[in-house]
């Protein structure tokens, strides 16, 4: 079985930097397109940011300039960076795999981690 899981969330003061990091694990040879939503409550998940296998990169208007994405293929990790952080970035950011390669099957079903909290705040 294959899982995502995310750590690097918590609590930071306007202006300030965090990276979230998602690792997998299970049976994964290699992995399409890995990235960032996010949710508040009451609303729909977001993008924030995603990155193909060639390095092809997508940000969400509302963090262009201030979000990095990157990856590191081998491991199969996927990595934002987010600087000069709102507080309307606070939300609970997840992360996603789409199309993933099992060394024997290609799998085209969303994969997603089960969250991690940011809290941009004074």
């Known amino acids: 079985q294959v899982e995502l899981v995310e750590s690097g969330g918590g609590l930071v003061q306007p202006g300030g930097s965090l990276r979230l990091s998602c690792t997998t694990s299970?049976?994964?040879?290699?992995?399409?397109?890995m990235g960032w939503y996010r949710q508040t409550p009451g609303k729909e998940r977001e993008l924030v940011a995603t990155?193909?296998?060639?390095?092809?990169?997508k940000y969400a208007d509302s963090v262009k300039s201030r979000f990095t994405i990157s990856r590191n293929n081998p491991e199969n990790t996927v990595y934002p960076r987010m600087n000069n952080l709102k507080p309307e970035d606070t939300a609970v950011y997840y992360c996603?795999?789409?199309?993933?390669?099992?060394?024997?099957?290609?799998?085209?079903?969303?994969?997603w981690g089960q969250g991690t909290q940011v809290t941009v705040s004074s």
């Open positions: 299970g049976r994964i040879f290699s992995i399409d397109t």
């Open positions: 990155i193909t296998y060639d390095g092809t990169m």
């Open positions: 996603n795999v789409e199309k993933f390669y099992d060394g024997q099957y290609f799998h085209n079903n969303a994969l």
